[in-house]
């Protein structure tokens, strides 16, 4: 089955800027979206189709996809981002959606 | 505005069966695909079963294909996850979720309204 690799864990501290990976063979000629998910509360979309934002999400997400890696960049990061992200795509050998493992961004 | 609110979970013993449904309003149930994602306790998202906009196509996760059915009443605007054969493993929280955008396309669908979950243990 297709298989999408996120590190475990990314620190960054407020302002800076945090990249989250999402890796997988060939995952550039994929539609990737990514999930943010708050402790607590249910996952938001927060991109679509790569590097769409969806409307109330900051201008401050955004996202890139090619070759094997797509990336979730949040710049100027503040506390309030601080939660569990998930990448996700549609494995058409297997006509299933998948997600990441997730990656846990702590804001220090 | 869309609202997803889940209902059903609750405590059973491994071989139970359980109905969840998910009350849908806000938009045109019958245009859009809908999903059920559960997440483990401390674990990540696991997507389980989509039904098509039209009701005529079904996808299930290997983990829960023969054991969980996925259907929806579009008079009463409500989705349903019908499990069978359940495991201690599928223990979680159970999400419904709207596609994005009507109609239906395989590779570029995802997740745009999330509901808040409903709780299933099974444990004996």
């Known amino acids: 089955s297709y298989v999408l690799t996120q590190s475990p864990s990314v620190s960054v501290t407020p302002g800076m800027t945090a990249s989250i990976t999402c890796g997988a063979d060939?995952?550039?000629?994929?539609?990737v979206h990514w999930y943010q998910q708050k402790a607590g509360q249910a996952p938001l979309l927060v991109l679509f189709y790569d590097t769409d934002r969806p409307s109330g999400i900051p201008e401050r997400f955004s996202g890139s996809n090619s070759g094997n890696t797509a990336t979730l960049t949040i710049s100027r990061v503040v506390a309030g981002d601080e939660a569990d992200y998930y990448c996700?795509?549609?494995?058409?050998?297997?006509?299933?959606?998948?997600f990441g493992g997730g990656t846990k961004l702590t804001v220090l | 505005e869309t609202q997803l609110l889940e209902s059903g979970g609750g405590l059973v013993q491994p071989g139970g069966s359980l109905r969840l449904s998910c009350a849908a309003s806000g938009f045109i149930f019958r245009n859009f695909a809908m999903t059920w994602v559960r997440q483990a306790p401390g674990k990540g998202l696991e997507w389980l079963s989509t039904?098509?906009?039209?009701?005529?196509?079904?996808y299930y996760a290997d983990s829960v294909k023969g054991r969980f059915t996925i259907s929806r009443d579009i008079l009463t605007n409500t989705l349903f996850l019908e499990m069978k054969s359940l495991r201690v493993d599928d223990t979680a929280l159970y999400y419904c979720?709207?596609?994005?955008?009507?109609?239906?396309?395989?590779?570029?669908?995802?997740?745009?309204?999330w509901g808040q979950g409903t709780l299933v243990t099974v444990s004996s």
């Open positions: 979720a709207k596609a994005g955008g009507e109609g239906f396309s395989d590779g570029f669908m995802y997740f745009a309204s």
């Open positions: 996700q795509v549609w494995d058409s050998s297997s006509g299933q959606w998948m």
């Open positions: 039904l098509s906009d039209t009701g005529s196509s079904t």
């Open positions: 060939n995952i550039g000629r994929k539609a």
